[in-house]
């Protein structure tokens, strides 16, 4: 979803104002997405399929009904981002390493948590809502160096899973007044 602007109008004669940005706190779209990702881990498959393919029908001009056999088999083609030698090579589908039970690598339910997470990873775009799915699937993060032809070039560090930087840090008056702060990395 890209945020809507709106201008308002400060001097009418010159025409001038200010272009403010509207952030829509509850979207019906990431709604459906969130209650698809429940289905999928209550094991209600075909429901799940039947609210990603009303998102993906009202966000892109397409007439494809997804099916647990159809995600299934389009993320076995596709293959996990940073899987390479020099992990660089990006992808659409992530290692996931929830705190919770999922079923295994290449199973209908990772597949169908993959498409759901890359749907929303649309919904929310600029947002900053990947932060949510990055800390409960436990997702590794590159940071990559971009050459000049636009393709990573180097890895200059990792948000590894179980990295202590996922906890947002203390506010640095809370930690004046006694508050520990929360670990991180050397």
């Given amino acids: 979803m890209c945020l809507p602007l709106e201008f308002e109008v400060t001097n009418q004669a010159a025409g001038t104002g200010y272009r403010r940005a ?42 494809k009904t997804l099916t647990p ?4 088999t389009f993320f076995e083609g596709v293959r996990y981002a940073y899987d390479d030698t020099d992990k660089l090579v990006p992808s659409m589908k992530k290692h996931l ?23 929303r990873r649309v919904e ?27 393709k990573p070039s180097k890895n200059l560090d990792w948000l590894k899973k179980d990295d202590p930087r996922q906890a947002v840090q203390i506010p640095q008056s809370a930690h004046e007044a006694g508050v520990a702060l929360n670990p991180r990395n050397n």
């Fill in 124 to 150: 929310t775009l600029h947002q900053g809502l990947r932060w949510f799915d990055i800390k409960r699937y436990n997702i590794e993060i590159p940071r990559r160096l971009i050459g000049s032809d636009g």
């Fill in 97 to 119: 390493h929830p705190r919770f039970t999922i079923d295994k690598e290449g199973s209908v339910q990772e597949a169908l948590l993959q498409c759901v997470l890359n749907l």
């Fill in 22 to 63: 509207l952030n829509v706190s509850f979207s019906m779209g990431e709604a459906l997405l969130n209650r698809a990702e429940a289905e999928i881990m209550l094991g209600q498959n075909d429901a799940a399929c039947a609210d990603m393919t009303i998102w993906m029908k009202n966000y892109f001009n397409t007439t």
């Fill in 69 to 72: 056999t159809s995600v299934k």
